[in-house]
Each structure stands twice: as structure tokens, then as C-alpha cells.
Nanobody
Framework: QVQLVESGGGLVQAGGSLRLSCTAS????????MGWFRQAPGKEREFVGS????????YYADSVKGRFTISRDNAKNMVYLQMNSLKPEDTAVYYC?????????????????WGQGTQVTVSL
């Protein structure tokens, strides 16, 4: 059973940066396409970005494009979300998710495995 664990969340001022990490137990992430999602209070979970298993392609939501970067280190079994120029509206619980089929998709129903999430709070 694949278990994903996120880390790196916290409190940061607007304009600051955070790097989230995602690792897995029970599986080797290099065989999974990975995505990051977020959920703010009272809102639905939304797509942030995704990366192919080899890291050769990425895809981002318009709201984070140019500010967030997804990367992965398959040798370390890690996936990262670098978040720069953070805004208060980026405040949410951030989740990493994995799917076995190749390719990029923003559709959360296409992801089979989810972490428990890590809180990111951006203050003014």
C-alpha cells in the first residue's frame, strides 16, 4: 500500500517562499505521475500542478504558474513543490497525490494515492 507523506508547510509572510516535500513508503515514486493539490477552508480541493514520472514535463494551474515549481528526485523518492512569491490566497492545506498511468492531469479523481496534507499559511 502506497503511503504519501507531505512536509514543509508552515507560516510565511506574503512574498515569501516555502518548499514542500512529499515522500512515500511502500512504493517507489519513480513509477508514478505526481500531483499537488490544495484545499482552503470552505472550498473544494483544487489542482496546483503535476509532474510526469521522469520529471520531463510539468503542468500548472494558472493561479500558480510562474510562482510555483514542481520537481522530483526519484533517487531519493521525493517530490517537491517550490512556492515563491506567496500570497494570502495561497493559504490552504497542500496535498501530494500519485497516479500510476503516465501523463499529466488536473483531475483529482484520476489520482489513486493521497497524503494527509500539510498546512501552508500566508500572512499579510
Amino acid at each position: 500500500q502506497v503511503q504519501l507523506v507531505e512536509s514543509g508547510g508552515g507560516l510565511v509572510q506574503a512574498g515569501g517562499s516555502l518548499r514542500l516535500s512529499c515522500t512515500a513508503s511502500g512504493a517507489t515514486l519513480r513509477t508514478y505521475s505526481m500531483g499537488w493539490f490544495r484545499q482552503a477552508p470552505g472550498k473544494e480541493r483544487e489542482f496546483v500542478g503535476s509532474i510526469t514520472w521522469a520529471g520531463s514535463s510539468t503542468y500548472y494551474a494558472d493561479s500558480v504558474k510562474g510562482r510555483f515549481t514542481i520537481s522530483r528526485d526519484n533517487a531519493k523518492n521525493m517530490v517537491y513543490l517550490q512556492m515563491n512569491s506567496l500570497k494570502p490566497e495561497d493559504t490552504a492545506v497542500y496535498y501530494c497525490a500519485g497516479r500510476r498511468p503516465p501523463g499529466l492531469t488536473p483531475d483529482l479523481t484520476q489520482y489513486n494515492y493521497w497524503g494527509q496534507g500539510t498546512q501552508v499559511t500566508v500572512s499579510l
